[in-house]
């Protein structure tokens, strides 16, 4: 295994610095996401992933071009970090005919099948089978690619998640569950769902499954922990899980905060944005040495600039036609 | 109990069902994702928690499933189980222990036991619902010999409806259109019942019958106000009970009318307007002076896109077309108009996302 600790130190410079920029680029858009969402144009329901960019970040810069991904509800962040082309992101959560399903799903049903991104759909644990099922196409077809599913922890309630992560340790499917375990299902704390004694990776675990927890905050961590992870997958060793402890900003849909409303307390959240992913890690790098001003400073005004570019054209581009609706619903054989 | 009516909407008077019900039996329980949180699911179970106690106003593990299963076995036991759902889409995980096993309970073990469960699921449309968040599949449901299905239009009906739901010594499917939550009406205060079967006539007329399921009922109205201006007068009726379904209501204003427009919330192919159109067939044919029609959705997923709002939900007009079609009236392109501003995509005009 070849973690970002024992890489030389050029190479963990250059993950570094991509790290940082993946978490800065997801973030942004999201923000921008947020800013436009009263203009009322984006008429979807919207789950940001504001305060969780590690994740996504260190997961995919572990991940070759042509592995795969799927997600949930929350998935833009995933759908970034993959690769996932930003103008038909944008241009899908304004239902436009440009968006990455034509406007038929927009934001909770992603997709980029360039990107290896399979799909995101918000029923939750739908898609756990199914990214299963694709390592398990793979593995008969002898390619050596490895899926990622990613959850949140409630993800891990409904009994698909068991029945594939059952299946997953079986046939040794080269398959990483990432649970992002933010510690709520919208207004649902763990406590009235899973019992304090255990903890989320244990239950992976107990299919004999590779499992491990970490701190979904820090990107390099979550690199670290992942690259191991897709190594082992890619081996032929079998499925991994890791538990990612993280933490949601924002409200669980929408673009505002929701920390009044009784739910959780503020106290809570301000511990956890003390755990700013970014903020957190751009100051690790200057602390190392490692940290580029006016490079970052760059990189901040290229990526405002393709968001920019990305809101303008989908704000611009036609919406699908109306005689269009029928279209799609069996594929022309 | 006497009973006063005051205005409340929709939303309210399920929460005053739920409020009667857990207040006069210690058996009833509401279960749910997100039962007891602070938005009260959708303003249904405000409070609740806070009066009733966490342990009869519980939030659940994300587990349909397991869930609903688990809640058959309470109810064989002893309580009286509402499992909640958000959207009836989240419910669907759930299809074995409510068809196969609550459904069949009471049958399959020669009358030995009883099944006092409710299944309330919420239909989703518009902003984004998309494929996942809106299917109307109360159809299905209505298909399962064992369940009863119920899917009220009006307060005063969700309120008599839920509780008759909750009193039933069987699983009793209740579904209830989110663009009805708004709506106000008169709702008597304390305990009543709205029996399960009877369907109810919301307009009287003469010169056609439609016949409308749950959020349809308003555009039907709508429609016949419409109507009423060319001089037709329509009978609206809301079915408010698809299993058991009340044909002798329905049979009446046919023999009446001799036209029938169906107007539901679900898609024409093998749904409950079908099932009417049988009905008609069967036990009206001599009375039909016209084919009857149907004003379903089309025959695709709903796409998420606003601009194909339009396209994809049949409204008043779509009903007014049909009524005319019936009557062999021209047709007039003036029914399909969308209105100048008018913002198909939204509950309600105060509605501005994001779910
Ligand atoms: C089967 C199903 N049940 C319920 C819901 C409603 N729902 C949408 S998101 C969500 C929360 C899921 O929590 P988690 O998996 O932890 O993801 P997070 O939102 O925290 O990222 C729920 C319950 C759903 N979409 N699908
Ligand atoms: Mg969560």
Known sequence: MLAAATLPPTVATALSVRLLESMVRIRFVEEAIARHYAGQQMRCPVHLSIGQEAAAAGVCAALRADDLAMSGHRSHAHYLAKGGDLPAMIAELYGKATGCCQGRGGSMHLVDLAAGFVGAVPIVGSTIPIATGLAFADRQ?????????????????????????????????????????????????????????????????????????????????????????????????????????????????????????????????????????????????????????????QFKDAVEAEIAAAFAAAQLAPFPAGTSLLHHVYAES | MKSSARELTYAEAIRDAFAVALERDPRVLLLGLGVPDPKGFFGTTLGLQKQFGADRVMDMPCAENGMTGVMLGAALNGLRPVINHQRLDFALLAMDPMCTQAAKWHYMFGGAMKMPVVFRMIIGRGWGQGPQHSQCLHSWFAHIPGLKVVMPTTPHDA???????????????????????????????????????????????????????????????????????????????????????????????????????????????????????????????????????????????????????????????????????????PPNDDDLLVPAGAELDKPNPAFTGPF
């Open chain 1, 141 to 297: 077809l002898k390619r050596d690619r490895v899926t990622v599913a990613f959850l949140g922890e409630a993800a891990t309630e409904e009994g698909v998640f068991h029945e594939s992560a059952n299946f997953a340790s079986l046939h040794a499917l080269p398959l990483v569950f990432v649970c992002e375990n933010n510690l709520y299902s919208v207004y649902s704390p763990m406590h009235v769902r899973q019992p304090a004694h255990r903890e989320v990776w244990q239950l992976a675990a107990g299919h004999g499954i590779a499992a491990h927890q970490g701190d979904g905050n820090d990107p390099l961590a979550v690199h670290e922990l992942m690259h191991a992870a897709v190594a082992h997958a890619r081996a032929g060793r079998g499925p991994v899980f890791l538990e990612l402890k993280t933490y949601r900003w924002r409200e669980h849909c929408g673009p505002g905060f929701d920390n009044h409303i009784g739910y959780r307390t503020e106290a809570e959240y301000l511990a956890w944005r003390e755990r700013d992913p970014i903020a957190r890690f751009e100051h690790r790098l200057q602390q190392s040495g490692e940290f580029d001003e006016l490079r970052h400073a």
């Open chain 2, 159 to 329: 309120k008599g409806l839920l509780l008759a739901a909750i009193e039933d010594d069987n699983p009793v499917v209740f579904i209830e259109h989110r663009w009805l939550h708004h709506l106000k009406g008169e709702v008597p205060a304390g305990h009543y019942t709205v029996p399960i079967g009877p369907a109810r006539r919301a307009r009287a007329g003469r010169d056609v019958t439609i016949v409308a399921f749950s959020y349809m009922v308003l555009e039907a109205l709508e429609a016949a106000e419409k109507l009423a201006e060319d001089g037709i007068d329509a009978e609206v009726i809301d079915v408010r009970s698809l299993r058991p379904l009340d044909q002798s209501l329905l049979l009446a204003s046919l023999r009446k009318t001799g036209r029938l427009v169906v107007a539901d919330t679900g898609h024409s192919t093998a749904g409950m307007a079908a099932e009417i159109l049988a009905i008609a067939g069967e036990s009206a044919f001599g009375s039909l002076r016209a084919a009857p029609r149907r004003v379903c959705f089309p025959d695709c997923p709903t796409p998420t896109s606003p601009s194909l709002s339009a396209e994809y939900y049949p409204r008043a007009g779509h009903i007014v077309a049909a009524v005319r079609a019936t009557l062999q009236r």
